[in-house]
């Protein structure tokens, strides 16, 4: 994760009543940071919002329990359940990390008659490259 902060001394303070959201850059003072209320009219504004999730990863044969949402907060808790017939294996839960992504489901849901060595073999391989992938693509970007 990418850490900078130039905070002015003794800032990030809260003053105002702990209602200070907002960031300012003091030009004058080499661009050093302030937090301030949100109500300020100001230049050259960004915004941006908490970090969240978005959709749950895709699990083979199961789908996440209750209703679908576009965006998690931090540390929110999905739950999935297997298909009908399907029988479950590890925990099945994942949680949203603190930069937006999803914890890797360990949960596996097995086709009934599957043999379960053989399977799970698989499954773990693809996993492992999956996860490899999306790594390479963090660094890219
Ligand atoms: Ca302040």
């Known amino acids: 994760m990418q850490e900078f902060e130039n905070w002015r001394p003794n800032q990030p303070d809260n003053y105002f009543n702990s209602w200070e959201d907002c960031v300012v850059m003091i030009w004058h003072e080499n661009g050093q940071w302030n937090d301030v209320p949100c109500n300020y009219h100001l230049p050259f504004t960004c915004k941006s919002g908490p970090v969240m999730c978005h959709s749950p990863p895709e699990v083979d044969n199961a789908r996440p329990m ?5 965006r998690y907060a ?33 949960v596996e849901c097995i086709e009934p008659g599957a043999t379960p060595s053989n399977r799970l073999h698989k499954r773990s391989i693809r996993r492992r490259s999956k996860a490899t992938n999306s790594r390479s693509w963090r660094k890219l970007l």
């Open 66 to 70: 209750g209703s679908r949402r576009d």
């Open 74 to 106: 931090v540390n929110s808790i999905v739950r999935y359940q297997c298909d009908a017939g399907f029988t479950q294996r590890h925990p099945p839960v994942v949680r949203c990390l603190p930069d937006g992504r999803w914890e890797e489901p360990q």
